[in-house]
């Protein structure tokens, strides 16, 4: 059970990463919407170094599906729309190291999980896929990483989980304030 301590927007709270999500499509303007939200996250110099792949008809989502560790795909396999979330690491003003890209790029993806809740829709991050093969078939550069796929839907039923991972069905709860912040104080 989620406790809160303090008085937070309702959207945060019920955003949660479920592993049972339906097959059902999404309507593509929703998850226009949820890029949306993803595109007016902040970034330094306002440089937006997000990148997204969007795999929701079959030939995409076969190919996302397949770079995803089989523990993922146990479940996300049902996701109509997989996203895979890429940084882009260098300034394009200046051709430097953005050093700030996965950071921004981490506020985009958190912006897409809250509108994907406001739309009654639920989001999954995966870390758990392969980097490099994900580099190879989608012919990134250099400048461009692999971060995490995003599965997208509808909530599913939890029945069509394996028991293991049914068991785990649950909206998780957080360490305490004290465990990760600190007061500078005299
Ligand atoms: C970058 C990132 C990578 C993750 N990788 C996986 C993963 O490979 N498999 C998985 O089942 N969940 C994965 N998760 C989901 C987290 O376990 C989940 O967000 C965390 O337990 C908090 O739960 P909540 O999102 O329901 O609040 C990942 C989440 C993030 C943000």
């Given at each position: 059970?989620?406790?809160?301590?303090?008085?937070?927007?309702?959207?945060?709270?019920?955003?949660?990463?479920?592993?049972?999500?339906?097959s059902d499509p999404v309507d593509k303007e929703?998850?226009?919407?949820?890029?949306?939200?993803?595109?007016?996250?902040?970034?330094?110099?306002n440089e937006q170094p997000w990148r997204f792949i969007v795999a929701y008809?079959?030939?995409?989502?076969?190919?996302?599906?397949?770079l995803l560790a089989d523990s993922n795909q146990v479940?996300?396999?049902?996701?109509?729309v997989l996203i895979l979330v890429l940084a882009f690491k260098k300034f394009a003003?200046?051709?430097?190291?953005?050093?700030?890209?996965?950071f921004d790029t981490g506020t985009s993806w958190g912006f897409m999980s809250l509108e994907a809740a406001n739309r009654g829709l639920v989001t999954h991050a995966m870390g758990g896929f392969n980097r490099k093969e994900a580099a190879s078939i989608y012919s990134l550069d250099d400048e461009t990483e692999p971060i995490a796929i995003v599965?997208?839907?509808?909530?599913?039923?939890?029945?069509?989980?394996?028991?293991?991972?049914?068991?785990?069905?649950?909206?998780s709860d957080r360490n305490k304030q004290e465990e990760f912040v600190v007061w500078d104080t005299e």
């Open positions: 059970m989620r406790q809160y301590d303090h008085e937070i927007l309702n959207i945060i709270k019920e955003r949660w990463s479920p592993r049972a999500i339906s929703d998850i226009k919407g949820i890029l949306e939200a993803a595109r007016f996250a902040p970034s330094c110099f008809e079959q030939y995409g989502l076969n190919k996302m599906r397949n479940w996300a396999n049902s996701a109509p003003y200046n051709g430097k190291e953005n050093f700030w890209a996965k599965a997208l839907g509808k909530y599913g039923d939890p029945k069509d989980l394996t028991p293991e991972l049914r068991e785990r069905e649950y909206p």
